[in-house]
């Protein structure tokens, strides 16, 4: 059974970090590239970042550029979303999705999607 689960999320304060996990079961992430997606109340879901498969060429959202890091680690067949500086209107919940080889910015190009996990910025 193909699944992406997302930890990692929860409370933290304007200006803290915190890191997302996305690992897979029942396939190998090393050749599927990887987004992060991100769902605010009342807002529609939007694109975080995304790191392709083999050359791992990654991209960013403007307003997320120089904060995050996206990364993957073959070996534990996992990806990473590392947020530093985060802002209250980063307070979203974040989905992993996966599709092959190459990025794509439209939702409906990713055919595998975790359950979620809520990132909350607030004093």
């Known amino acids: 059974q193909v699944q992406l689960v997302e930890s990692g999320g929860g409370l933290v304060q304007p200006g803290g970090s915190l890191r997302l996990s996305c690992a897979a079961s029942g396939f190998t992430l090393a050749y599927f590239a990887i987004a992060w997606f991100r769902q605010a109340p009342g807002k529609e879901r939007e694109g975080v970042a995304c790191?392709?498969?083999?050359?791992?060429?990654?991209y960013y959202a403007d307003a997320v550029k120089g904060r995050f890091t996206i990364s993957r680690d073959n070996a534990k067949n996992a990806v990473y979303l590392q947020m530093n500086s985060l802002k209250p209107e980063d307070t979203a919940v974040y989905y992993c999705?996966?599709?092959?080889?190459?990025?794509?910015?439209?939702?409906?190009?990713?055919?595998?999607w975790g359950q979620g996990t809520q990132v909350t910025v607030s004093s």
């Open positions: 790191i392709s498969s083999s050359d791992r060429i990654t």
């Open positions: 999705a996966a599709r092959g080889y190459i990025c794509s910015g439209l939702i409906s190009d990713y055919g595998a």
